[in-house]
């Protein structure tokens, strides 16, 4: 199973950017679609992003025109860009992948089988 690890989260202030990335121990041109999820304590992991093999992407309707997900299979490697940030931007982000062939559109969290272990962002005022 390939294994993902997630860098680049820490300390940004609110109006800031950080950059994040998701590096796959194997190639993740198999993968149908790559995901960001985030989770505040107490609360359900929710989708932040995702990017299908062909480039089709969805987004949280809270972060649409400030985040930016992208890939790049020569590097095994999923990014996501975040600027503007907002407090409320403040979780632990996932990087998560997916063989499950469906529109982007209607994805869920139960297609995704391999998580990473997740990377600490937190926005200050």
């Known amino acids: 199973q390939v294994q993902l690890v997630e860098s680049g989260g820490g300390l940004a202030q609110a109006g800031g950017s950080l950059r994040l990335s998701c590096a796959a121990s194997?190639?993740?041109?198999?993968?149908?679609?790559m995901a960001w999820y985030r989770q505040t304590p107490g609360a359900r992991r929710e989708l932040v992003a995702a990017i299908t093999s062909d480039g089709n992407t969805k987004y949280l309707d809270s972060v649409k025109g400030r985040f930016t997900i992208s890939r790049d299979n020569t590097k095994n490697t999923v990014f996501l860009q975040m600027n503007s940030l907002k407090r409320e931007d403040t979780a632990v982000y996932y990087c998560?992948?997916?063989?499950?062939?469906?529109?982007?559109?209607?994805?869920?969290?139960?297609?995704?089988?391999?998580w990473g272990l997740g990377t600490q962002v937190t926005v200050s005022s």
């Open positions: 998560a992948a997916t063989n499950q062939i469906r529109p982007i559109g209607t994805i869920r969290f139960s297609d995704f089988g391999s």
């Open positions: 194997g190639t993740i041109s198999t993968f149908h679609a």
